[in-house]
Each structure stands twice: as C-alpha cells, then as structure tokens.
C-alpha cells in the first residue's frame, strides 16, 4: 500500500511519510484523508493527532481513543489525570482545576482538564531536563 503526499511524491513506508507530513502541516497546509472516491480535507490540529496515531502504530505501542463529552464528573477526570477523586476535589478547592456546582455535583469541563494534565506533563518535562542537566554538569553521568 502507498501513501501519495501530492502528484510526484509517493511513500511506500509510513515511518517516511510521517517525517515528510509533519514538516508540512506545520507549516500550514492540511491532510487530506481518502478512501477510495471519498475523501476530507482536515486542518492542522486534527492532523497532528492522526500523524501521532500512525507514528504509535509504527512503533508498535498500543493506541486509545476515547470520545470525551464536552463536561465530565470528578471522577472522569481523575481518571484523565491518573489521580484520585479525592484528588481532583482538592485541586478544583484549591482552584487549580475550575469546575461549576450542579446541585451536589462538580462538573469539569473536558478542555480544562486536558489543558492542566498538558500544562502539568510540560512543567514535569522541563523539571527533568533541568535535572538531567544539573546531574550531567555535577558529573553524575558515567560515560
């Protein structure tokens, strides 16, 4: 099976399409999906997100989708987050997290949610490689 970028270029390994897709679609052009007469135009976004499903099934690690509703319990995004319940009360008290009272419920909404766990994996990132480089300066590393 081939994967065509445009008229010319075509892939027959996924692993170089990807290298060659994301270079482009940064750069503002679109993915366009077909499947026999059919196809769709998507933009950038939802693009990047296929790539990195393809680049996962290249590798061979495992995939899930999961279709979020637009408000979700505590429960659900301590599950997002990989916390507690109990967790995910404290952060919105502490006003970490904002979350609207429904009668006796918290409802959170779903792009808060992924936007802390984003924002919290980006911080933790940054903190190991300040670490690592703090380690390598003080020699921890063995060559």
Known sequence: MSTSVKPGITFTDP????????PAIDAGS????????????????????????????????????????????????????????????????KGLLPAQRVSTHRKLKTSDVLAYRERVSGERAKALGEMADISAELGLYND
């Open 30 to 93: 679109s993915l366009q999906l077909q499947i026999g007469d059919l196809s769709l135009q998507v933009d950038a976004e939802f693009a990047n997100k296929v790539l990195a499903i393809v680049d996962a099934a290249i590798a061979g690690r495992a995939i899930e989708l999961a279709i979020l509703e637009d408000e979700l319990t505590t429960g659900q995004a301590a599950d997002l987050l990989g916390v507690t319940r109990p967790t995910v009360v404290a952060m919105i008290d």
């Open 15 to 22: 692993r170089s399409f990807v290298a060659a897709a994301r």
